[in-house]
Structures are given as structure tokens and as C-alpha cells.
């Protein structure tokens, strides 16, 4: 299930909108619309940021013209969110263990006998 993606900016908890990727042999930076999966050499951005980011001195800014727009939700992703419900609702079966004759259950604790009445 993939879940809102937020702004890499350290502070910002807006959604992100914008992936940033840097292409080091050219010395460009470039925003595009958020990309499909999360990777790890890029940088998700939220909308702000994404139009305000600076390149260092020597650096070119490659950006994405028109809107950013957050993704909408597929049915892929409901259909994920559905099974991921569906399975945090299953509880386990609990293996109960046989109870040795002269005790007494309660819970997950026994009283057990004390052997010296006898």
C-alpha cells in the first residue's frame, strides 16, 4: 500500500508533489512531477519547495513547467488499503495447551496444588 509521501525538507510536513534528482555529470538539478516509487538518491518535495529550490553556483535548475499535482489515488492503492484492513482484523487462532488434571486455569495463569497437603 503506498501511503502519502511527504516533503524530504527537514521541518516540512506537507505532502510532497515534486521529485528532485540531482545529475551530478552535468551539474543539473532537476524537478519533476513525484515519481512513481520513493528512491533512495532522490528527494520528494512538496509544492513550495519545489519552486523555490536553488541550484549552487555552476548548477543548472531543469523544472517541471505546469502545475504539480498531488497523485491520485488508484484502485490499486484501495484495493491495498482494503487488504491491509482486512488482515490487521484477523486474529490469530490461540493454541490453547491441555490442562494437567488438579488445576485450576485462569487466564494465563494456573494455581497450581500446594504439594504438601496431602
Known amino acids: ?12 510536513g506537507n505532502p510532497a508533489v515534486a521529485t528532485l534528482t540531482y ?3 552535468d551539474s543539473t538539478a532537476v524537478v519533476g512531477p513525484l515519481a512513481t516509487y520513493s528512491e533512495p538518491h532522490s528527494y520528494d518535495l512538496c509544492e513550495e519547495h519545489a519552486l523555490r529550490l536553488t541550484a549552487p553556483r555552476g548548477w543548472e535548475v531543469v523544472r517541471h513547467q505546469g502545475e ?4 491520485e489515488p488508484t484502485v ?3 484495493t491495498a488499503l482494503a487488504e491491509a484492513v482486512r ?3 484477523r486474529t490469530p ?3 490453547v495447551p491441555e490442562v494437567p488434571a488438579g488445576t485450576i486455569r485462569r487466564g ?5 496444588p500446594d504439594p504438601n497437603e496431602d
Do not use: N
Open 1 to 12: 500500500m503506498r501511503s502519502v509521501r511527504r516533503c524530504s525538507r527537514t521541518g516540512c
Open 23 to 25: 545529475a551530478y555529470a
Open 68 to 71: 504539480f499535482r498531488a497523485p
Open 76 to 78: 490499486d492503492d484501495l
Open 87 to 89: 488482515e490487521a482484523g
Open 93 to 95: 487462532a490461540i493454541e
Open 108 to 112: 494465563h495463569l494456573r494455581v497450581l
